[in-house]
């Protein structure tokens, strides 16, 4: 199963993801992360993601690493559950990026923590 999958970043993770004992078929929640220079700007990304389905929430980046590289002090975060395939993780950063390029702010990555329950 975890051949199916193209050679680049996303396709790495999913790649973990599986190779984790999750069940791909099955949804799972899916945290995608937009860069943001100010709060008003991670606010607005949220505003226009709820409209889209996704939960949000938005902090402050601390990590002094991460804002000496990008210069980006606020991230927003968008969840959604999703089954997550390949397409399914382009299209949900594909989507959220055409509401944050507008505002200067950019999709800086994905995570989940799966679906494997912990007590099996």
Not at 11 to 24: F, H, K, Q, T
Not at 34 to 46: H, N, Y
Not at 100 to 109: F, I, N, Q, T, W
Request: aromatic share 6%; hydrophobic share 40%; with cysteine.
């Amino acid at each position: 199963m975890t051949d199916e999958y193209p050679n680049d970043a996303d396709g790495d993770a999913l790649r973990a993801i599986a190779e984790g004992g999750n069940d791909m078929s099955q949804p799972m929640d899916v945290d995608v992360q937009i860069a943001a220079a100010d709060e008003a700007v991670a606010t607005r990304v949220a505003e226009e993601a709820l409209k889209l389905g996704y939960r949000t929430s938005i902090y402050r980046d601390d990590e002094e690493a991460d804002v000496e590289e990008s210069g980006d002090l606020w991230t927003c975060e968008c969840t959604k559950s999703m089954v997550l395939t390949y397409d399914a993780i382009i299209a949900a950063q594909s989507e959220l990026d055409g509401i944050a390029k507008p505002l200067d702010a950019y999709v800086d990555g994905w995570g989940t923590f799966g679906n494997v329950d912990e007590e099996e």
